[in-house]
């Protein structure tokens, strides 16, 4: 695989080894801010793709964003992402899910512990753990604003889920799979035996600092309880040759269109 100026040498090792991967190379500002400019004018519309805090008009997610927003439509095109993902997923990659999970200062809500695999083996029929997941920040993720925590090397253990749990909860509205009450979760006690062998992470860092996390990471972030937003995009790319089998979610969690994403020279330049 062809890799970029902004991979770093050693990525795939690191990624196999430790789940995640912080990259040097940052989004740049003017880029940055045209993607905020369009999460904002998203978030004052109506749609199906953009989600609300249970039991408020406070916005949480915005999903599915490069099927009609043209500056998202252009990041998941940028070199950098691409270079990154084609890198580690070891393949052409398509966008199988594109999200921006805006934490609100103070009404922003946890995701509980999860492995984001659970989610797409079982509900979308995903085959392998194929794919991974670059987020980006859109602010600056710290401590206290409710940071995406992952446990280091957890997805070397595949799914932890037991089957007859997963059976019993699958095929739920999806409305279930966006909010801070999951259906496919790790258990609290779990997590605390596994993180002394897999360490905890914050994932903290500036605004337009980029992060890549494989699909099978055991994962949370908490409620934001500060003054300050926590807006991180989410693209996950999968292997062209690793589509699901039985998609049924909205084409906005689930990414219809399998073919290879071309680079953008100069995108949102
Ligand atoms: C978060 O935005 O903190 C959670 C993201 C995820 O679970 O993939
Ligand atoms: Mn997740």
Redesign the pocket.
């Known amino acids: 695989m062809s890799r970029g100026t902004a991979v770093p040498q050693n990525a795939r090792e690191e990624y196999e080894r430790s789940g995640w991967l912080a990259v040097p190379d940052r989004l740049a500002p003017e880029a940055l801010e045209k993607v905020r400019d369009s999460i904002a004018a998203i978030s004052r519309t109506d749609r199906p793709e953009v989600v609300q805090e249970a039991g408020s008009d406070t916005v949480r997610?915005l999903h599915g964003c490069h099927g009609y927003d043209d500056v998202c439509a252009q990041l998941v095109r940028h070199p950098l992402l691409l270079d990154l993902a084609e890198e580690l997923v070891g393949d052409r990659v398509y966008v199988y899910q594109f999200?921006v999970?805006i934490?609100s200062p103070r009404e922003g809500q946890?995701?509980p512990w999860?492995q984001?695999f659970a989610f797409w083996a079982h509900e979308d029929g995903m085959p392998a753990a194929d794919a991974v997941?670059i987020?980006i920040n859109l602010d600056e993720v710290h401590e206290h604003n409710?940071?995406?925590t992952v446990l280091t090397g957890s997805h070397r253990l595949g799914l932890i889920e037991a089957p007859e749990a997963a059976r019993a909860v699958t095929g739920r509205d999806w409305h279930e799979h966006v909010s801070a009450r999951l259906t496919h979760t790790v258990p609290d006690a779990r997590v605390r035996e596994l993180a002394a062998d897999f360490p905890p992470v914050r994932m903290t860092g500036p605004a337009g600092a980029i992060t890549a996390?494989h699909p099978s990471i055991v994962?949370?972030?908490t409620d934001n309880l500060s003054d300050d937003r926590?807006a991180?995009l989410?693209i996950t790319y999968n292997s062209v040759r690793n589509a699901p089998v039985r998609p049924s979610r909205p084409d906005f969690l689930v990414g219809r269109d399998t073919t290879p994403v071309e680079r953008l020279a100069g995108a949102l330049a």
Do not use: E, M
Request: zero cysteines; a positive charge.
């Open positions: 997610a999200k999970n934490k946890q995701w999860h984001d997941n987020a409710g940071p995406l996390f994962h949370s972030s926590r991180v989410l």
